[in-house]
């Protein structure tokens, strides 16, 4: 395991690598692999890029998200307003079936509900507000309703799984109950439990992913 001074380290550079972020408005605590952000940033794209950049960095097991948010005066919008804004952004992105979805806004933070066929379409949702000034925060209630009744394809999983070139070696379990897939094993980044979830969200059918997957470092 990296020594905290190491991982600290790694997780500033991988931050002050992000164009979007600036490095001096963030700070980071490491302790035993768990990475804590604190500071302000001045837009709801800003806090999720640099959790992003912090997870992207071997040795990071979990990070613990302490950022604020403070607009300037640019970034300042009403409630209204960004519900229109989230209206038109569902509207111009082609994945996202605005129709069935219902949007709420209190003080910033924006709520999404309904059900989609697919997970790409509700993660579609999130990344259409991300960026939206005036946004503090999701929460992303969108359940996932699949046309097929069908019990979902353990061993489809388990071949995407081998053929992705990141996690193939991975000591990967998958158990099927019915819509539900359990991913359990060990994996060495947040990169490659991330994506073993979104390829086990990809098989037909799937209602719910549960990722007990363990990181790892390896040395």
């Not at 408005?25 to 952000?37: M, P, R, S, Y």
Request: glycine share 6%; proline share 2%; net charge negative.
């Amino acid at each position: 395991m990296k020594r905290n001074e190491e991982l600290q380290k790694d997780v500033q550079d991988a931050i002050k690598w992000e164009p979007l972020l600036n490095a001096a408005e963030i700070g980071v605590i490491a302790k035993d692999g768990v990475i804590t952000l604190t500071g302000t940033v001045d837009s709801y794209a800003k806090k999720s890029e640099a959790e992003k950049a912090a997870k992207s960095v071997n040795g990071v097991k979990a990070v613990v998200e302490e950022i604020e948010i403070r607009f300037g005066s640019y970034g300042k919008k009403t409630d209204t307003e960004i519900a229109e804004d989230i209206l038109s952004a569902f509207a111009a992105n082609w994945e996202v079936p605005d129709d069935k979805l219902k949007v709420k806004v209190e003080d910033g933070w924006v709520t999404i509900e309904g059900e989609l066929k697919w997970n790409f379409q509700k993660d579609a949702a999130k990344k259409s507000v991300n960026n939206l000034v005036g946004v503090i925060g999701v929460i992303n209630n969108i359940t996932i309703k699949p046309e097929s009744h069908d019990e979902v394809e353990r061993k489809g999983i388990e071949r995407a799984l081998e053929r992705n070139w990141s996690i193939g070696d991975q000591d990967i379990q998958v158990k099927v109950s019915g819509s539900k897939v359990t991913l359990n094993g060990t994996v060495h980044s947040f990169y490659e439990k991330d994506e073993a979830d979104r390829i086990a969200w990809n098989a037909p059918g799937v209602c719910i992913v549960d990722n007990e997957l363990v990181i790892e470092y390896a040395d």
